[in-house]
């Protein structure tokens, strides 16, 4: 199983983005799937965090209200919109499986199969 992230880039302080999941087989929909970032010299952030069937979902508190996680099965992919950001949204944002299904967003380590990261710059 591998995952490939998509759809980051350069915006403006205001602005949005749709990140993309996608992952090479359908055995990714049987679980719960997490969407990190990391800024340079931090740590690994847990951002958001969809449940297997997509009824439950989890958010930073950072990110509430401005970024949102839905997935669609028949494509195998998880998405993350991410509006209003924020120069501090800057980051390579990773997306992950939890075979746990607690949507830990503190616990990285619960975590497998990492993508590549994509990179999500806001500046003016």
């Known amino acids: 199983l591998q995952l490939v992230e998509s759809g980051g880039g350069l915006v403006q302080p205001g602005g949005s983005l749709g990140l993309s999941c996608a992952a090479s087989d359908s055995t990714f929909n049987y679980y719960a799937v997490g969407w990190f970032r990391q800024a340079p010299g931090k740590e690994r952030e847990g951002v958001s965090c969809?449940?297997?069937?997509?009824?439950?979902?989890r958010y930073a508190d950072s990110v509430k209200g401005r970024f949102t996680i839905s997935r669609d099965s028949a494509k195998n992919t998880v998405y993350l919109q991410v509006n209003k950001l924020k120069p501090e949204d800057t980051g390579v944002y990773y997306c992950a499986i939890d075979f746990t299904e607690r949507c830990d967003l503190s616990r990285a380590d619960l975590y497998a199969y990492w993508g590549q990261g994509t990179q999500v710059t806001v500046s003016s």
């Open positions: 969809i449940s297997s069937k997509g009824g439950n979902t």
